[in-house]
T-cell receptor
C-alpha cells in the first residue's frame, strides 16, 4: 500500500526490555521523523533523518536509538524501556524544507 | 519551555457556528505555521498553513490568521460541522534552522449537532 505505515500499532512491554518500532514509507521521501505524543505536550520530536545514513537528535532523544539504512525505513529502538516512555509514537516523512509532513497512524506503547 | 502554546485544551461549539482555535508562539524566528487535525487512533493530517510574509490564508471553510507582532495565530472554521470534531495541533518551523516542526499541545474541538 502506498503511504506511510507503522508497526506494531499496539505494544505492551516491560521495563528494561528492548523494543523496536517500525516505520515504512513508499513515497521515497528524503526526510523521516519520529515524534511522541503525550497529554499536554502535543507532539515532540525524538529523532529525524535527512537521508539514508543521516540522522539527528530532536527535542527528546534520550533513551532512543534510530537508524536509516534504507530511504524507506526508519526504525526507532528503545534499548531499555522505561515507564516514562509509555506514549503514542508517530512517524512522519516529507520531501524537505517547507514541505508538508505526512504522518503514519501511530504506535501506542505501554511500558509496565 | 514550550515555544508553541495552545492555551485552550478544549472547545465546544454548535454546528453551523464559527470555531476559533488559538495558538501563541515565543520564537520570533518561526517563519512558517501549520495546523494539523487529528482523529482518534489516526495520525495527524495537514489542514492549512501560512507563511510569515502573509497575515491570512483561506481554504474553503478554514482560514488561518497570523499576527506576527503579537506572536499569535488562529484557525477559524466556518461553518463548523460535526465531522470537524477532532484534536487540532498548531505547529511552527524556522526554515533557516532546518526541516523540523514544533507543535503546540493541541485543542480538542467538539462540534455539537
Amino acid at each position: 500500500d502506498a503511504g506511510i505505515t507503522q508497526s506494531p500499532r499496539y505494544k505492551i512491554t516491560e521495563t528494561g526490555r528492548q523494543v523496536t518500532l517500525m516505520c515504512h514509507q513508499t513515497w521515497s521521501h528524503s526526510y523521516m521523523f519520529w515524534y511522541r505524543q503525550d497529554l499536554g505536550h502535543g507532539l515532540r520530536l525524538i529523532y529525524y533523518s535527512a537521508a539514508a545514513d543521516i540522522t539527528d537528535k530532536g527535542e527528546v532523544p534520550d533513551g532512543y536509538v534510530v537508524s536509516r539504512s534504507k530511504t524507506e525505513n526508519f526504525p526507532l529502538t528503545l534499548e531499555s524501556a522505561t515507564r516514562s516512555q509509555t506514549s503514542v509514537y508517530f512517524c512522519a516523512s516529507n520531501w524537505g524544507l517547507g514541505e508538508t509532513q505526512y504522518f503514519g497512524p501511530g504506535t501506542r506503547l505501554l511500558v509496565l | 519551555d514550550q515555544q508553541v502554546k495552545q492555551n485552550s485544551p478544549s472547545l465546544s461549539v454548535q454546528e453551523g457556528r464559527i470555531s476559533i482555535l488559538n495558538c501563541d508562539y515565543t520564537n520570533s524566528m518561526f517563519d512558517y505555521f501549520l495546523w494539523y487535525k487529528k482523529y482518534p487512533a489516526e495520525g495527524p493530517t495537514f489542514l492549512i498553513s501560512i507563511s510569515s510574509i502573509k497575515d491570512k490564508n483561506e481554504d474553503g471553510r478554514f482560514t488561518v490568521f497570523l499576527n506576527k507582532s503579537a506572536k499569535h495565530l488562529s484557525l477559524h472554521i466556518v461553518p463548523s460541522q460535526p465531522g470537524d470534531s477532532a484534536v487540532y495541533f498548531c505547529a511552527a518551523s524556522d526554515n533557516n534552522a532546518g526541516n523540523m516542526l514544533t507543535f503546540g499541545g493541541g485543542t480538542r474541538l467538539m462540534v455539537k449537532p
